[in-house]
């Protein structure tokens, strides 16, 4: 009976294979239940960074509500009128001879003028009434001279919100950079 086995031997080996595989069960089943859990905790974490953004976005929207009320706020923004004879350098504006905003271009932002770009140099309060705005800027013309230019304007500031575009053109012969003040309605 030399390589014979008894069915009793057969049948130990099966409840020995048996055993194996329902202790691999009991160990899979922990790791299967960890996965759920990762994968639910994984949801989780998404909603409540989804919840956090948008709580995120009403209180930058109620911080600038109240930071620059619509009744008092102004906003000044730059374009380029005429693109290819004109390269930006820098701008400096001041509101009733107060700094307000000063700006140094480097070259990806002079394209991005240059393609037809509108910046927002400045928004803040200002009470309704008289008041100056004054812009320097410095730039190269068409011709590759540095020139810095000046320009105000007056204007009366009435309730509500009031926008301002600085509009830079430099126009042929000369190329000499001009600035021109439109309002926003």
């Known amino acids: ?19 194996l595989i329902w202790l691999a069960g009991l160990m899979v089943a922990p790791a299967s239940a960890c996965f759920a859990a990762d994968t639910s905790l994984d949801a989780r974490i998404q909603q409540l960074s989804a ?6 976005a009403d209180v930058l929207g109620l ?5 620059y009320p619509v009744n008092t706020r102004v906003t000044v923004f730059l374009s380029l009128e005429t693109r290819d004879t004109l390269s930006l350098d820098s701008i400096e504006l001041f509101l009733n001879d107060r700094p307000v905003a000063s700006h140094l271009y480097t070259p990806r932002e002079r394209d991005a003028l240059a393609a037809g770009g509108v910046q927002q140099l400045y928004m803040g309060n200002l009470a309704s009434g008289g008041q100056t705005l004054r812009a320097v800027i410095t730039a190269r013309s068409a011709d590759k001279d540095f020139v810095r230019r000046e320009s105000s304007l007056n204007f009366t500031k009435q309730a509500g919100e009031l926008g301002l575009e600085l509009k830079l053109s430099a126009r042929a012969p000369a190329f000499e950079p001009r600035i021109d003040f439109v309002q926003w309605k």
């Open 63 to 67: 911080q600038e509500a109240l930071q």
């Open 51 to 56: 919840s956090i953004n948008e709580h995120s």
């Open 1 to 19: 009976m030399s390589g014979v086995k008894s069915p009793q031997g057969t049948s130990r080996i099966v409840q020995f294979v048996v055993g």
